[in-house]
Every structure is written in C-alpha cells, then in structure tokens.
C-alpha cells in the first residue's frame, strides 16, 4: 500500500506517517514534508524517484506528473486502467495526505497552490479505492480505521472525499475573493461556510438551523464565552447580533442596549453603566421582558443586581466585575456572553427565490458637522447630544422607525409599521409624556406634515431626518409653526 503525502501544514504529521509505516505502508513525499519526515528517522521515497523527474521552477511543478496522478487516477475495477499502468510501470496510490499553503494568512501569486489540489481533485474523484484526508484531524480516525479492518471503509472514503472538494472550493473561493478586494459588489461572490454552532431550531420548532461562519473565518461569535443558561437559539443569535452591533455604535461612553424581536426596545448612555441599564430598561419594561442587554462596558455587581430580577433571555459584555456573574449566573435560564467587539462584515446577504440579495452593510456616512438645520430654530447643546443617540438608535429600528430620546436615554420608539404617522403615534405612546423637549431620529423623510403635528402634541423639541421629500418645504414650514428645530442628515437608514 502506497500513501502520498505532501502537507503544509504539518501538524500530527510524524505519527500519521510512523503509524501507516508501521501498518507496512510505503510512503511517497516531495519537498519539505519528505525532509521533516527523513529528519524524523521515518523512511520515505521522495516524489523525484517515482517520477524520474526532478521538481523544477522553484517547486511550482514536483507532484504534476503521470506516474503520479496516474496512481491514484486508476479506477481498480477497470481492466484497461490496469492494463495502462501496467504498461506505463505506474503503481497504484492508495491514500492522499494534502493540504494547501496557507493563502488567506499569506494572500500572493506565490501562494496559490496548484499541485496540492490537483492531487485533492485527483483523489477525492477517485475516492472509491483512493484514500484523500486534507484535515489533521482525520489522521486519528483514518489510521485507527486502517489498524482495525486493514482499509478504509467506502462510508469513511466518501467523507473524507466530500471534505476535499469542500477544501478546494473554499480555497478557490478565497483566491477570488483575494482579486475581488475593493470592489464592494464583484460579478461573481463565492462563499464558502462551515457549520459552526447547531441550534435545536429556527425560528419556529418545524425549522432546521444552524450557525455558519465564512471559511477561515472567526468572529466575535466563535471567540465569546457563554458562562450560563441554557444552549443559545436561533432567535437568541439574531437579536443577540443585533444588540451587540447596536451598542458598539453609541459612541465612547457607557452604554446599554435591549433588543427584542431584533428592534431595539430600550437604550441609553450614561456617566455609569447601572445607570445605563436601568435607563434603557425604564423606556419599555413591557417589550425588555425576554430581551437582549447588550453592555459595552463590563457589568457591575450593582448592574447585575438590576437585572437579575427582570426576566431576560440573553445578557452580553465584554466583562463582569467581581460578583456580577455569580449574581448573573445563579439564574439558570439567563444565558451570560463575554465577547469581543464585533468585526466588519463584508455583505449584507438576504434570500430570495433562486438567489440572493446583495448589499454593503449599512454604515453612517454623514457626521454632525454635514448636517443641516433647517428651520429657524435650532437645537440647544442637550438637544444636539439627544439627536445623535436618537439617529444611531433608529437605524437599528425596523422602518418605519421613530425613536424619541431624552437626557441620553430612548423614551420611545416606533418600529415596523406601514406608514410612518402611526410609528410616530407608537413612539409617542410609549414615551408618556418624557419626551417633552426631547429629541425624535425618523430613518427616512417624513413625507406629510401630519408626522409633525404629531411629534409637536408629544412635546418633541428636535427632529432628525434625512430630507429630500417632495413636501420638505410643507414639513419645515410645519416644524416652524410648532416651533420645533429639525435637522437634515441627507442620508437614509432603513432596515426592512
């Protein structure tokens, strides 16, 4: 039995190669895994005597050859396969051992492999009688199978033959997304996801779901630590992400977000972040039932002790201080994240029928000093701070969004509805009256006036918006009547 092995990466490399050697395998290597195998003492027949062809152009061609390939394209139950190797003095190679160089650390011309997957293709093609293992973490089985029924199982080879392909697709995948770098939206967009977390089910218990990550890729997700609670669901991920993202977006200071339904129902920022909490929590304790907090300081024993009686599915930090999350911990539903800030996403993906929807993630692109007042009055200093936390909280609010904040804290928001006068209506109701003086973020124009008359009856004293409405001049001239200072972003954020 002959085994090729040729790796990069040469983790648990030395005990593959002495167990198959042990097992009576030759095995045929080239370049530097022949060295680190000789150097090791193991014996092995380097690719160059096989073929009888030095490698060349700098090791770009050592494995492209017949007697190679040739070995382990071989169908076995072929006459005429048998006959040519036969003819050509080719032996048959029964176990592949490959993995790549490294492109995604090392992104180069150099590093674009050509015969390592060649040989993957080659083997996992074959993988009725060839043998393909592209991960470290089959030599383990591969070898136990192999000292147990002296071969591969044709269960086990397929496994093994769907990882390769699984490899060279992701690997190609990341070369294009290497000559794609700076063009947002390239012709083609190849993605290639592992599995990386199961969940028991989606967002209804008849739906199969599961958490993937891009290949070679690691976010916040997979480097969190979970310290309680029961095994985090589908729903917990999508509104966890949501307030995680949400809350790394209110500026430098301590801050809270709780996110239900994937809306924020609750924030603030504040000198501390108990206060914080219990700001964010008072803007809709209703809705904050069964929510997401998402802290972007670390929790306070006095934050804990806040929390710790209001039902809450998922709390996430970046810390707990000393007796927070024993205090958090004891209640054996409440699911407690440590995490990482979240990194930057590349698409904005959505399905539809036989394809998907594509866009750049949303972003803030206007900052304060490119906004414009546009009424006679203007904002006072309390109200220009109220606007900025109303504009970043709305764009996490699903459009139609309102959101009305005061003193740094969200006193009212309206989400999701059909027309933007009853998200105004909603947003108002729920303030009950504290946002008297206050600030309102609306994440598109405000098409009628009658948004106005509504926001003025709340006691809204500022209003953000994008601007660009047909009836601008109808609004302003509304906002003018009632007093009230409006500013116009000139950008949009709605979130469907």
Same mark, same amino acid.
């Given at each position: ?37 000789? /150097? ?58 490959? =993995? ?90 190849? #993605? ?24 070679? +890729? ?16 589908? #729903? =917990? ?58 802290? =972007? ?39 407690? #994240? ?48 109220? #606007?900025?936390? %109303? ?9 139609? %969004? ?14 999701? +509805? +059909? ?30 006036? /009658?948004?106005? /008359? ?43």
């Amino acid at each position: 039995m002959k085994a090729l092995i040729s790796v990069y990466d040469k983790t648990g490399l030395t005990n593959l190669a002495r167990g198959l050697v042990d097992l009576g395998w030759e095995i045929v290597s080239s370049g530097g895994t022949a060295t680190a195998l000789s /150097d090791e003492g193991i014996p092995v027949t380097p690719v160059e005597e096989l073929t009888a062809s030095p490698e060349m152009l700098g090791g770009r061609v050592k494995t492209l050859h017949p007697r190679i390939h040739g070995g382990i394209l071989a169908d076995r139950d072929k006459p005429e396969h048998s006959a040519d190797l036969e003819g050509q003095g080719i032996e048959p190679i029964d176990l592949v051992v490959c =993995n790549l160089y490294p492109f995604r650390s090392k992104p180069s011309l150099e590093m674009i492999d050509v015969g390592g997957p060649t040989m993957v293709r080659a083997a996992a093609k074959n993988h009725a009688h060839v043998g393909v293992v592209v991960d470290p973490g089959d030599y383990g089985q591969v070898l136990d199978e192999l000292r147990a029924d002296g071969a591969l199982s044709a269960e086990t080879k397929r496994r093994l033959a769907r990882a390769a392909f699984a490899h060279t697709a992701a690997y190609d995948a990341a070369i294009v997304a290497w000559f794609d770098e700076g063009d947002v939206l390239p012709p083609t967009i190849h #993605l290639a996801l592992t599995r990386a977390q199961s969940v028991r089910y989606g967002e209804n218990p008849h739906q199969q779901a599961a958490r993937y990550r891009e290949v070679g +890729q690691h976010g916040w997700w997979d480097s969190m630590t979970q310290h309680g609670g029961k095994e985090l669901s589908y #729903l =917990n991920l999508y509104d966890t992400e949501a307030a995680w993202r949400l809350v790394h977006d209110l500026g430098d200071g301590p801050a809270v977000v709780i996110v239900k339904h994937a809306n924020p129902c609750g924030a603030a920022v504040a000198d501390d972040i108990e206060t914080a909490y219990t700001r964010a929590h008072a803007c809709d304790p209703v809705s904050a039932f069964g929510g997401i907090v998402a802290a =972007n300081r670390p929790v306070s024993l006095a934050m804990a002790e806040a929390l710790a009686p209001v039902f809450t599915e998922v709390v996430v930090a970046p810390a707990y201080e000393a007796g927070a999350l024993e205090a958090l911990t004891a209640k054996k539903n409440l699911r407690v #994240l440590e995490a990482d800030p979240p990194g930057h996403q590349r698409f904005d993906l959505r399905s539809i029928d036989a394809g998907l929807l594509v866009q750049e993630p949303d972003r803030f692109i206007s900052q304060r000093p490119d906004w414009r007042v546009a009424t006679k009055a203007r904002p006072t200093d309390d109200q220009w701070a109220d #606007l900025a936390l %109303a504009w970043r909280v709305c764009a996490w609010v699903k459009s139609n %969004a309102i959101t009305f904040v005061k003193h740094g804290q969200a006193v009212g928001i309206g989400a999701g +509805q +059909q027309n933007r006068v009853d998200s105004v209506r909603i947003a108002a109701r729920k303030a009950d009256g504290r946002a008297r003086g206050g600030a309102c973020a609306s994440d598109a124009f405000f098409p009628f006036r /009658d948004n106005i /008359d509504e926001l003025a009856a709340a006691g809204i004293g500022a209003v953000v918006q994008p601007g660009g409405s047909l009836r601008d001049e109808e609004v302003i001239a509304a906002a003018d009547e009632h007093g009230l200072a409006m500013v116009f972003t000139g950008e949009r954020h709605f979130r469907h």
